[in-house]
């Protein structure tokens, strides 16, 4: 099973850029679906950015395209977020994940998360 570790958050000025990593320890990723959670206080868990087990296919939601990428290099087991022109309303705690079934924009289909790393972002 993954084992997921989120990292690279940290805070930064509005229009500012991070780079998130999520490494699997277990060494299993290449085998499965990622996504990119969020959450900040006192709202919902919401989704991201999502990628393909190849790396062929990513999703985004509508909040976050063309802004953030999401990609993985399988070699590494590691999947990353880069988060360009970030805004207030980004701020959050972040989560990576893996996807066991279903629709790749709901958390429920998701089996195993990290922990999360914290994102600020000042205006």
């Known amino acids: 099973q993954a084992q997921l570790v989120e990292s690279g958050g940290g805070s930064v000025q509005s229009g500012g850029s991070l780079r998130l990593s999520c490494a699997d320890s277990?060494?299993?990723?290449?085998?499965?679906?990622v996504g990119w959670f969020r959450q900040a206080p006192g709202k919902e868990r919401e989704f991201a950015a999502g990628?393909?087990?190849?790396?062929?296919?990513?999703y985004y939601a509508d909040s976050v395209k063309g802004r953030f990428a999401i990609f993985r290099d399988n070699g590494k087991n590691t999947v990353y977020l880069q988060m360009n022109n970030l805004k207030p309303e980004d701020a959050a705690v972040y989560y990576c994940?893996?996807?066991?079934?279903?629709?790749?924009?709901?958390?429920?289909?998701?089996?195993?998360w990290g922990r999360g790393t914290q994102v600020t972002v000042s205006s």
């Open positions: 994940a893996a996807r066991s079934s279903g629709s790749i924009y709901a958390s429920g289909s998701y089996r195993y």
């Open positions: 277990a060494r299993t990723f290449s085998g499965y679906t």
């Open positions: 990628i393909t087990g190849s790396g062929g296919s990513t």
